[in-house]
């Protein structure tokens, strides 16, 4: 699913403040954006353990709905009653959903440019350019066992290290739970409570969820499609007749 991962390690950012991550997320509708530019198909995702279906889902956990009033407390109780400036990195093709974004970030006062990015300059960000002071828009992998896709991102290993993006050490003790656990039941428990305290931080701004398509004939029985792109449960593949 798509979400905004604020920059909360640079010298200075204005992201540091859980509060203005906070503001964030309370500023935008995500119900609005799921339906305006998810063809009937997607839908808004209100914390970064994803859908009902993962293993990071917690079904008590006080989801940041759109409320502007509540954005703009939060901004004067950081000191920033008058909005602030940012920008909003996102690849070429991603414009729509940062410029929505955008506009509802302007109506709390926080003004952000869209920074159209080509791939090479996007991907360099993630790698060691890092995005100071502002905002990326990307997305992360949601799979049934949630942390398979979230730890190739996020993990003690991770294919993108993410140079904006600092963790505290409790996320890496909780890290090392999951991985460590000697169950699956207790790993997906430890998965849960990994997941809601990444939400209760806002080190990400969960959005909507990512359109992936895939192309298969009819007799082709599968799950590819619930899974992030780059992990295949093949044994659960077959053709019927």
Not at 76 to 87: D, I
Not at 180 to 206: H, N, Q, W
């Amino acid at each position: 699913y798509s979400e905004l991962i604020p920059d909360n390690a640079s010298e200075g950012s204005i992201f540091k403040d859980k509060r203005v991550r906070e503001a964030i997320e309370y500023a935008i509708d995500r119900d609005a954006l799921a339906e305006g530019l998810g063809y009937g198909i997607l839908k808004a995702v209100k914390q970064t353990g994803g859908p009902s279906t993962s293993q990071g889902y917690n079904p008590n956990f006080p989801v940041r709905e759109y409320n502007p009033q509540k954005a703009k407390q939060l901004l004067a109780e950081a000191g920033y009653p008058n909005g602030f400036k940012t920008k909003i990195l996102v690849m070429q093709g991603s414009q729509d959903l940062a410029q929505g974004i955008q506009a509802y970030l302007a109506d709390v006062g926080i003004q952000a440019e869209v920074d159209v990015a080509d791939p090479g300059r996007f991907i360099g960000a993630i790698y060691q350019g890092g995005w100071s002071g502002s905002l990326l828009l990307w997305s992360v992998p949601v799979d049934p066992e949630f942390a398979i896709g979230w730890f190739v991102h996020f993990g003690p290993q991770p294919i993108f290290p993410y140079p904006s993006l600092k963790w505290p050490d409790e996320y890496r003790s909780l890290v090392e739970k999951v991985r460590l656990a000697p169950t699956v039941e207790e790993m997906r428990k430890a998965t849960m409570e990994m997941m809601t305290f990444v939400s209760d931080g806002a080190y990400l701004i969960p959005l909507m969820e990512s359109l992936n398509l895939y192309v298969v004939k009819n007799y082709v029985k599968t799950n590819r499609y619930k899974d992030h792109f780059m992990v295949w449960h093949n044994y659960e593949d077959w053709l019927d007749k």
